[in-house]
C-alpha cells in the first residue's frame, strides 16, 4: 500500500447453484489465494453465494437461511485475513428481500449495501424478487454476528491509515443507468468502485462490458472492478461468462478473458486517482462531518510488490498501430497550429534554423506540411544552417538532403568569423570552451535567423522540445528564442517516435532513409569542436538519458508524486536496462535542473499544447522562479 499502490482482485469462483456452503468454500479459496499474492480487496459477482439464476428458489426460506450460514462461514474463516472480500447474496430487512454486496473484513461485516436499480426488462425480472434499495442507512445483524452493521446505498469503506484507499459497492445494472451510485460515491471520497455483477454474455457483450468500466473509470477518476458471474450460472437460456475487469482512470489494467479461470490481480494507484482529481476543478467533493454510509477500517500498510504495467514511454501507446496514429495526431495538431498563426499574422515565410538533428528535422517537416496546408510552396519556408565550431560533415549532409527530398531551398550561413568577432569584442580567450563560447553560437544563430525573418517577412519557428525546456538545456535568448515553437509541447522521446513515424509512412524511400540516419545520430548541440567528423559532445551523456528524464517529468509533473514514488516507479518501468545508482543520480540531476531553470520556462513564446503536459506560463504551468527545492531535495538525498 505504500506510495498509494493498492493490490485488488477480482473472480468468478466455481459454484453450484443454491449450495451456499459450496460456495462460500469456493469464495474462501479464492479469498486465500487473493491474500497471499498481497491483494488487499476481493469482488466477487452478483448474488455469488447463492447463484444469480436461482430464480423463485429465493422465495425459500431454506435457501435464505443456508445464504447466512454461509456468510456467518466466510465471516469466521476470513478473519485473520487482511483483505477486504465483497461477496454477493440475498438479504432479509424490513420485511422484503434485497440483492445486496456485503462487505467483510477481518471476521467482521462492514456493511451491506443493496442494489439501487434492479433489473426488469427484456429477460430480466429482478423486481419479481427483489426491492429496489431504500434511501438512507439502517442497520441490522446478519450471518450470526452480533455486531449490526450497517445497510443502505452509498456506503464508503474508508482505511483509516490511507484514506485514498476507500472503497465502494454498485451491483450489476447500477453500472448501465446514466447516473450510477458510483458518482455520488467517488464524490464522496470513494477511489475504487467494486460492480458485483451477473451480466450474461453473448455477441457484444464482452466489449460492452470492457467500454462501460473502462469509461466508468476514466469519467469518475476512480478504479473500477467488474467481476461478472461464471459459466456454472448457464442453466437456462443465457449464458455467463465470467469476465473480469480492473481499471483505472480510463485503462484496462488487468482481465480474465471470457471463461477463463483464476484471479484477475494487479495493482491500483490511488495516488494518482486523487492527484487527478485535486487538479479537476469540475470534479466535486462532498465536504461535511463523516456521515454513517462512511465506514472505517484499519489495515496495515504495507509495500505492495508491483505487477502492473508500468510503461517506459507513458506518451504514447505501446501498440504499434495505435502509436502510429497517435504520432500522426501529433504531427497534424501542429502542422494544422503552425499553419493558422501564420495566415492569421500574414506571415510570408517560416524560418527555420536545421541542424541535421532531431528537433529540427520535425520543425522542418512541420512548417513544409503547413505551407502545403495553406496552399504555400515549400519554398516559403526559408530553412537555414549555420555551421560552427562543433558542426559535423554528417550533420551537416543530413540537413542539405531533407531540405532537397522536400523541395525547401536551404540557406548556408557560417557564423565562425561572426562569433569570433563577438570573442574579440567581449574579450573572450577562443582556446577556452567554456559556456561563453558555447552560448555564443547559439545566441548568434539565434540573431540570423530573427533578422532574416525580418528580411522575409516570416517568423522564426522554434525548435526546442519539453524536454529541453523542463531541464533548461537550451541558451537563454538562443535556441531557448523564437516567434513560435512547434515543439514546445512535445518530450524529446515523444519527438524521435513522431520522426520514426514520418519515415515509415511518408512514401519516400529516399527521405525515409534520411529520416533514419537522423534518427541514428546522437543528441548534440554541437557546440564544441568535433573530433574530425566524431560528435563530441552528446547531450546525453551530459545532461542524461531523455528517457529517463521523459518518465521523471510525466510523474513529477502530472500527477505530483513525490521523488521518492517516481524512483520505485522508474525501478521497475526501466529494470534491466538503468540500475538504481543511475537512476538516482539522473533523477536528482533532473529535480535540480527542473526547479532552477523556470526563469527560462517564463519567458518562452507561444506554441501548441499537444500532450497531458504544457510548461507555456500562460495556460499550463506557472511557478514562481525563486522557489526552494528543500523538501524535494531531502528526499532525493535519502535514496
Known amino acids: 500500500m505504500k506510495d498509494g499502490f493498492i493490490k485488488v482482485a477480482s473472480v468468478a469462483p466455481e459454484l453450484r447453484l443454491a449450495d451456499c456452503r459450496y460456495n462460500a468454500e469456493k469464495i474462501l479459496e479464492a479469498a486465500r489465494q487473493a491474500a497471499a499474492q498481497g491483494a488487499k480487496l476481493l469482488i466477487t459477482p452478483e448474488l455469488s453465494i447463492t447463484g444469480y439464476t436461482c430464480a423463485d428458489l429465493f422465495f425459500q426460506k431454506t435457501l435464505l437461511d443456508s445464504a447466512e450460514q454461509a456468510l456467518e462461514y466466510l465471516r469466521r474463516e476470513t478473519a485473520k485475513l487482511e483483505l477486504l472480500l465483497a461477496v454477493g447474496m440475498p438479504v432479509r430487512h424490513l420485511g422484503k428481500l434485497f440483492n445486496c454486496g456485503v462487505m467483510l473484513y477481518q471476521g467482521e461485516?462492514?456493511?451491506v449495501v443493496p442494489k439501487v436499480n434492479l433489473c426488469n426488462y427484456e429477460e430480466f425480472y429482478e423486481s419479481r424478487i427483489f426491492q429496489p434499495a431504500p434511501e438512507g442507512i439502517s442497520y441490522l445483524c446478519l450471518g450470526g454476528d452480533e455486531e449490526y452493521a450497517p445497510f443502505g446505498p452509498g456506503q464508503r469503506f474508508a482505511c483509516r491509515e490511507n484514506p485514498d484507499f476507500?472503497?465502494?459497492?454498485e451491483i450489476c445494472e447500477d453500472l448501465w443507468v446514466p447516473v450510477s451510485p458510483a458518482a455520488e460515491m467517488c464524490r464522496s471520497g470513494a477511489t475504487i468502485i467494486g460492480n458485483l455483477c451477473a451480466s450474461h454474455d453473448g455477441i457484444g457483450r464482452v466489449q460492452e462490458h470492457q467500454i462501460l468500466a473502462v469509461s466508468q473509470s476514466q469519467k469518475l477518476r476512480c478504479g473500477y472492478i467488474l467481476s461478472v458471474a461464471g459459466p456454472q450460472e448457464s442453466t437456462g437460456d443465457q449464458v455467463f461468462s465470467g469476465?473480469?475487469?480492473i481499471c483505472?482512470?480510463?485503462?484496462?489494467?488487468?482481465?480474465k478473458k471470457p471463461f477463463e479461470t483464476g484471479l484477475a490481480i494487479t495493482e491500483i494507484d490511488v495516488q494518482r486517482l486523487v492527484a487527478q482529481r485535486r487538479k479537476i476543478t469540475t470534479y466535486p467533493m462532498q465536504s461535511g462531518e463523516p456521515r454513517p454510509d462512511c465506514v472505517p477500517f484499519s489495515m496495515t500498510q504495507t509495500e505492495t510488490k508491483l505487477t502492473r504495467k508500468i510503461a517506459r514511454d507513458p506518451y504514447l501507446p505501446e501498440d504499434p498501430a495505435a502509436q502510429a496514429e497517435e504520432c500522426r495526431h501529433i504531427f497534424l495538431m501542429q502542422s494544422y497550429a503552425l499553419a493558422h498563426r501564420l495566415e492569421h499574422i500574414h506571415a510570408r515565410a517560416a524560418v527555420v534554423g536545421v541542424s541535421g538533428g532531431l528537433d529540427s528535422t520535425l520543425t522542418l517537416l512541420v512548417c513544409h506540411k503547413a505551407m502545403e496546408l495553406l496552399g504555400q510552396s515549400p519554398a516559403q519556408v526559408a530553412a537555414v544552417t549555420m555551421p560552427c565550431f562543433g558542426t559535423t560533415s554528417r550533420t551537416r549532409s543530413n540537413a542539405e538532403l531533407l531540405c532537397r527530398e522536400l523541395g525547401i531551398p536551404m540557406r548556408c550561413i557560417p557564423i565562425g568569423s561572426a562569433v569570433e568577432q563577438h570573442f574579440a569584442d567581449i574579450g573572450h580567450d577562443p582556446a577556452d570552451h567554456n559556456v561563453t563560447f558555447e552560448n555564443a553560437q547559439a545566441r548568434e544563430r539565434t540573431q540570423v535567423l530573427m533578422d532574416l525573418s525580418n528580411e522575409l517577412g516570416g517568423i522564426v519557428v522554434g525548435t526546442g522540445d519539453f524536454s529541453e525546456l523542463a531541464l533548461g538545456w537550451a541558451t537563454y535568448n538562443g535556441d531557448h528564442m523564437s516567434m513560435y515553437g512547434v515543439n514546445a509541447g512535445i518530450p524529446k522521446t515523444q519527438i524521435r517516435q513522431v520522426v520514426r513515424w514520418y519515415a515509415e509512412s511518408c512514401g519516400n524511400a529516399a527521405l525515409g532513409a534520411i529520416l533514419k540516419d537522423i534518427l541514428d545520430t546522437p543528441v548534440s548541440p554541437e557546440l564544441l569542436p568535433a573530433d574530425g567528423e566524431k560528435i563530441t559532445q552528446k547531450t546525453e551523456d551530459l545532461v542524461g538519458p531523455y528517457e529517463l528524464h521523459d518518465f521523471f517529468l510525466y510523474y513529477l509533473l502530472r500527477y505530483g508524486f513525490t521523488p521518492g514514488k517516481i524512483?520505485?516507479?522508474?525501478?521497475?518501468?526501466?529494470?534491466?536496462?538503468?540500475?538504481?545508482?543511475?537512476?538516482?543520480?539522473?533523477?536528482?540531476?533532473c529535480c535540480q535542473r527542473f526547479f532552477t531553470q523556470q526563469y527560462k520556462r517564463s519567458c518562452m513564446p507561444d506554441g501548441p499544447m499537444i500532450g497531458p503536459l504544457s510548461l507555456s506560463p500562460r495556460s499550463a504551468w506557472r511557478m514562481p522562479s525563486d522557489c526552494w527545492h528543500t523538501a524535494w531535495d531531502q528526499e532525493l538525498e535519502a535514496l
Not at 476507500?166 to 459497492?169: A, D, E, I, P, S
Not at 483505472?248 to 482481465?255: I, K, V
Open 567 to 589: 524512483f520505485r516507479m522508474a525501478c521497475y518501468a526501466f529494470r534491466g536496462e538503468h540500475d538504481e545508482k543511475t537512476i538516482a543520480h539522473w533523477l536528482k540531476r
Open 166 to 169: 476507500t472503497v465502494g459497492l
Open 243 to 245: 469476465q473480469q475487469l
Open 248 to 255: 483505472e482512470n480510463g485503462e484496462l489494467l488487468a482481465e
Open 109 to 111: 461485516i462492514l456493511g
